[in-house]
C-alpha cells in the first residue's frame, strides 16, 4: 500500500482455498478458518479438542508476528514487554518443527497430512520445517484469506513497477549487474555485464544470496565468518510443471477448483525423499488457472499447470541433462518431454484422455526457474525454510558493507510473495529514514 501499487493488481479471493486428494481421503480446505475447524471437526471428531489448541496457537503466533513487524523502535520493545508471554513462547517455539507439533496435537496421520499440505509451498517436509516460519507464513492464509492476481502474478511485479516510474524511479530490462561496486567496505554502485556502471550510496540485491555475495561481490570485501555462513547454508528446492492450453472447459468436466493436490505417497517426508533422489513421483499438483480467471482462456477452453517438486540433485550427476558445457541440447529437450509425458499421465489420473485435448504445451525444469531467477538450483523460495535457517536465522537485510542491503527470499524475513514484499516494505521505511529521503519524490 505505501508503494501506491495497491490500485493497480486485483486479487481475486479464492473459495475453496484448496482441496486435497489423498490415498485414503478427499478434503476441500474452505476459504474461512472456522469453517476449516468445523469440518475437520466432523471428520475427525476424536481430534477436536486437538485441532481447535493447534489453530488458537498459529493464531496467537501470527497475531504477534504481524503486529510486531509493524511497529518500530521503542514500540516494538514496549509491545514484546507487554506481551512477554507469547514473545517467550514465540522464542521457545523457534526449536519446534512442524511435525514436533503436529506431533504435539494430533493423532491422526491423515489428519497430519491435511494441516501440513502447503509445506510444499516452504519447499521442506513437516520433519524438518520451521513451525514458527510455517504458521506464521501459511496463518496468512486462514487469518487474511488465500487470493490470486487477476491476470497473473506479472500483474504484481507490473503494478510495482508502474508505482515506483510514478514516483520517478526507472526500471533497466536485460541488464545484468556483473559486480557490486565497492571502496572502503561501503557500496559504490553497480557495474552491467555491458560494462555500464551506476553510481549509488545504496544498493539493494534481491539476486541469490550466493550469487550475491560469492559472485557480484569481490570475496575479499567480506568477513570470512559470514561468507563460511552462506556458503554452508542450503537452498529450497524446485519445481518442475507443464503449462498446458486446453481445447475444453474443465469446469464441464467436473473440474471447478483452482489448486487440486493429489498425495499417493504414504507421507510428505516420502515424498520429499523421492523427489530428492530425482523419482518421478507420483503426487502433483494442478492449477486451473482459467477456473477463477476467465482472462486466461477463450470460453470454452481451459489454461492448466500440473506441477511436481524436484530437485537439481547433485552437481556431478547432471540429473537434467545438460550439455557438458552447461547449455540446453537436445537430450535436455528429450528429457522434458518424458517429464511432460510423465505430468500428463499424472493428471489423466484427474482428468481422463487430457492428452487429447492438449492445444500447447510448455513444460519449466529447475534449469528454467534457474535460467529465469539465477537462482541455484532453481530455488522457489530462496533457502530452504528450516529452524536453522528462518526467523532470526534467515540473512539480515542489514550486510556487512555499508550501504549493502538484500531485500528478497534470500533475506529475512522470507520468501513467498508475501515475505518478500514485506521484506521490501520495511527495508524501504529504514532507507528512507536513514537517508532522510521524503515519502514522495514527485
Ligand atoms: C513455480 C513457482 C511458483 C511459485 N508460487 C508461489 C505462490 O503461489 N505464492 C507465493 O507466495 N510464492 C510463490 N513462489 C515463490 C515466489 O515467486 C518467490 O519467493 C518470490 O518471487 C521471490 O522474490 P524475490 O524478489 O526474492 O526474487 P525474484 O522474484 O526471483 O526476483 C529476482 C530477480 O532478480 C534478477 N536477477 C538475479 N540476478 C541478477 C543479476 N546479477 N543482475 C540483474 N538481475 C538479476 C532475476 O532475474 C529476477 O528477475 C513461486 C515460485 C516459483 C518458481
Redesign the pocket.
Known amino acids: 500500500m505505501e508503494a501506491g501499487a495497491e490500485d493497480y493488481v486485483e486479487f481475486i479471493k479464492l473459495d475453496p482455498a484448496f482441496k486435497i486428494i489423498s490415498n485414503n481421503y478427499e478434503f476441500v480446505v474452505p476459504q474461512e478458518k472456522e469453517e476449516y475447524i468445523k469440518r475437520l471437526c466432523e471428520k475427525f471428531p476424536e481430534e477436536a479438542k486437538g485441532i481447535r489448541k493447534y489453530f488458537a496457537l498459529n493464531k496467537k503466533f501470527f497475531d504477534f508476528a504481524k503486529k510486531w513487524y509493524e511497529i518500530y523502535g521503542l514500540k516494538k520493545a514496549l509491545y514484546a514487554l507487554r506481551h512477554m508471554g507469547t514473545a517467550l513462547s514465540t522464542l521457545f517455539h523457534l526449536k519446534n518443527t512442524l511435525q514436533d507439533i503436529l506431533d504435539k496435537y494430533i493423532k491422526n496421520p491423515d489428519l497430519k497430512e491435511i494441516l501440513s499440505q502447503l509445506w510444499g ?1 516452504l519447499g521442506l517436509p513437516p520433519s524438518e520445517l520451521s513451525y514458527v516460519y510455517y504458521t506464521i507464513g501459511i496463518s496468512a492464509y486462514m487469518e487474511e484469506g488465500t487470493f490470486y492476481p487477476r491476470g497473473g ?1 506479472q500483474k504484481i ?1 507490473d503494478a510495482f513497477v508502474k508505482a515506483m516510474k510514478e514516483n520517478g524511479g526507472e526500471l533497466f530490462l536485460k ?4 559486480e557490486i561496486l565497492i571502496e572502503k567496505k561501503t557500496v559504490k554502485g553497480i557495474k ?1 555485464t555491458n560494462g555500464e556502471i551506476y553510481k549509488a550510496p545504496v544498493v539493494v540485491s ?3 544470496g550466493v ?1 550475491t555475495f560469492n ?2 561481490i569481490k570475496r575479499k570485501y567480506l568477513p570470512k565468518k559470514y561468507l563460511k555462513r552462506i556458503n554452508n547454508m542450503v537452498p529450497s528446492i ?2 518442475i ?1 507443464a503449462y498446458l492450453g486446453l481445447d475444453i472447459d474443465l469446469k464441464n468436466f467436473g473440474i471447478k477448483d483452482f489448486d487440486i493436490m493429489v498425495n499417493k505417497n504414504l507421507n510428505p517426508e516420502n515424498y520429499y525423499n523421492e523427489i530428492m533422489d530425482g523419482v518421478k513421483s507420483k503426487s502433483f499438483v494442478v492449477s486451473v488457472y482459467s477456473n477463477v480467471d476467465e482472462s486466461f482462456a477463450p470460453p470454452g477452453k481451459s489454461v492448466v499447470t500440473v ?1 511436481n517438486l524436484a530437485s537439481w540433485g547433485d552437481k556431478k550427476e547432471n540429473r537434467w541433462k545438460l550439455e557438458t558445457d552447461g547449455t540446453r541440447g537436445e537430450i535436455y529437450k528429450k528429457n522434458k518431454a518424458d517429464w511432460l509425458e510423465w505430468l500428463v499421465s499424472r493428471a489423466e489420473t484427474l482428468i481422463p484422455e487430457l492428452r487429447n485435448h492438449i492445444e500447447v504445451a510448455e513444460v ?1 525444469t529447475p534449469v528454467t ?1 534457474h535460467r ?4 541455484q538450483g ?1 530455488a ?3 533457502w530452504a525454510s528450516s529452524r536453522e535457517q528462518s526467523i532470526f536465522n534467515r540473512l539480515p537485510q542489514k550486510t556487512p558493507i555499508k550501504g549493502l542491503y538484500l ?4 533475506a529475512f524475513p522470507g ?6 514484499t514485506l521484506g ?1 516494505k520495511w527495508l524501504a521505511r529504514k532507507i528512507r529514514k536513514k537517508y532522510k529521503i521524503k515519502e514522495k519524490i514527485n
Open positions: 509451498f502474478s511485479s541488464s545484468e549487474v556483473e552491467l534481491n539476486a541469490d550469487v559472485k557480484l524446485s519445481a510443471s506441477l519449466a526457474y529465469y531467477t539465477l537462482n532453481g522457489l523460495v530462496g531485500a528478497s527470499a534470500w520468501g513467498g510473495v508475501n515475505g518478500v521490501g
